[in-house]
């Protein structure tokens, strides 16, 4: 009877520690501040200040809240659902129910197949205080380390860019560096940058954004697979500064497809995929 009333209670506790996972997700006045890098050049290219704004009803009829200019976000129990905009579709980023091992997600889209695990379960120093930090792993180097109460503290969107927590204020609360909030819009790119579009896949418009350190001619073309232009996109002077085109690929059929950006000598090749 002891035993049973022991492995009861152990079985409880590890239950209730398992969906007493704290995730913040609000539209109050809360921040997250990321320095992004991008492997390219090996060093930090921006600072990005993330927030939660407001419902947002979208294409499938449910409602989500935009995080920053990657994410929109829906929390149902346990689980974050992320908004695809591959055919107004939606799909489990985390749930905190899981252990690690365990499949989060899984979905295809056209002939790709496309899973999020669990990896990882620890306890890690994040701004100073122990706290438990689950670690979710999808395709293409995409992952996301989530804190206890603090939410993402870092994510990688494919091979090149990383995304890491520096500073933020959760609810009245203030955690790390920051000074950077209040300059945010005043950052100057100290190089030519091309973004990896979002969202890729994509079906049939993707956002592409590139910053220049100086006024020039900024050339921005799209080619398919044989190396063909398809699209001229951009192929004008650009003052100094931070910008985003969009591509809508509506006359094109699915598959893959390159966006380059050309100006001042400098040439950065993007992979898009297409998917109808």
Known sequence: ?????????????????????????????????????NAFYGFV???????????????????????GKYFYFRKDGSKIYQYSSNNSSEFVRYDFSKHVGDTVSYRRQGSYDYVTLMT????????????????????????????????????????????ELTGAIISGNIYGNITSVANQNNLIPNTLYL??????????ITTIEYEIPKGMNVRIIITNELGQQVKEILNSYKQQGSYRIEWNASNCSSGIYYCTMIGNGFQKTTKLILLK
Not at 45 to 67: A, H, M, Q, W
Not at 126 to 144: A, E, M, P, Y
Not at 195 to 204: A, I, L, M, T, V
């Open 45 to 67: 290219i921006e600072r990005v200040t993330c927030s939660y704004g407001k419902d947002t009803l979208l294409p499938n009829n449910k409602i989500y809240k935009p995080f």
């Open 195 to 204: 973004s990896q579009n979002y969202p890729n896949p994509f079906n049939p």
């Open 120 to 163: 990882g379960d620890q306890n890690k120093v994040v701004f100073g205080q122990s706290r438990r930090v689950l670690t979710f792993q999808g395709n293409n180097d995409v992952w996301d380390d989530v804190a206890d109460s603090i939410g993402i503290i870092d994510f990688g969107l494919g091979v090149e860019d990383y995304f």
């Open 1 to 37: 009877m002891k035993k049973l009333f022991f492995l009861l209670v152990f079985s409880f506790s590890f239950c209730f520690s398992q969906t007493d996972f704290i995730f913040p997700f609000n539209s109050d006045s809360s921040r997250w501040i990321y320095d992004h890098t």
